[in-house]
């Protein structure tokens, strides 16, 4: 089955940028949507498609995707953008929707 | 504005059979290019995605656990259901389901873009 390997941890200082990864083989041939979740909540839709941007959602927010890599950047991190992200994708071949294992960032 | 609420049983017991119950507002499943799934969260770890049935009626299922899933709508009331046959401890989880959309029929680029609140399911004698 597919494997999206996520980094467990992240930390940046406010106002800083904030990169969070997400690894699977030739995932830049797939498409590749990020979640944002609070604890005790559901989580949130932040990017899809790669770099799509739902309209609630801030531009310090975007996303790309390549070769093995699709990363999620946070630009101008502020303290409530701590939070787990989990990247997900579609594997057409099983037809499975597969998520990653989750990255915390910690804002300083 | 979408919303959706998931509803069913906190505890059932080992073997017994999990039914819960979606109930959305703010958009039809009559609508083409709309899904809605469920996704479950065990405590502390990543979300992992279970079914999604589409507007069509077509339906999709993990692989793994395929054999003990159901989806099932009901349009008349704004409703989906899912059923989880031989519940087990390892299946205690936090149960979401979500709106899904894409592109008409090409099912993989279907993205969850709203979810419920989610309830907890735990699975004990």
């Known amino acids: 089955s597919y494997v999206l390997t996520q980094p467990p941890s992240v930390s940046v200082a406010p106002g800083q940028t904030a990169r969070i990864t997400c690894g699977g083989n030739?995932?830049?041939?797939?498409?590749v949507h990020w979640f944002q979740q609070k604890p005790g909540q559901a989580p949130v839709l932040v990017v899809f498609?790669?770099?799509d941007r739902p309209s609630r959602i801030p531009e310090r927010f975007s996303g790309s995707n390549a070769g093995n890599t699709a990363t999620l950047t946070i630009s101008r991190v502020e303290a409530g953008d701590e939070a787990d992200y989990y990247c997900?994708?579609?594997?057409?071949?099983?037809?499975?929707?597969?998520f990653g294992g989750g990255t915390k960032l910690t804002v300083l | 504005q979408i919303t959706l609420k998931e509803s069913g049983p906190t505890l059932v017991k080992p073997t017994e059979t999990l039914t819960l119950t979606c109930t959305f507002s703010?958009?039809?499943?009559?609508?083409?290019?709309?899904?809605v799934g469920w996704i479950r969260q065990p405590p502390g770890r990543a979300p992992e995605w279970l079914a999604l049935?589409?507007?069509?009626?077509?339906?999709r299922y993990s692989p793994s656990l395929r054999s003990r899933l159901t989806i099932t709508k009901d349009t008349s009331k704004n409703q989906v259901a899912l059923t989880m046959t031989n519940m087990d401890p390892v299946d205690t989880a936090t149960y979401y389901c979500?709106?899904?959309?894409?592109?008409?029929?090409?099912?993989?680029?279907?993205?969850?873009?709203?979810w419920g609140q989610g309830t907890l399911v735990t699975v004990s004698s």
């Open positions: 498609n790669d770099s």
């Open positions: 030739n995932i830049g041939g797939k498409s």
């Open positions: 979500a709106h899904s959309v894409g592109i008409s029929v090409v099912r993989g680029t279907y993205y969850f873009d709203y």
């Open positions: 049935i589409f507007w069509d009626d077509d339906k």
């Open positions: 703010g958009f039809s499943l009559t609508t083409s290019e709309v899904g």
């Open positions: 997900q994708v579609w594997d057409g071949g099983s037809d499975h929707r597969v």
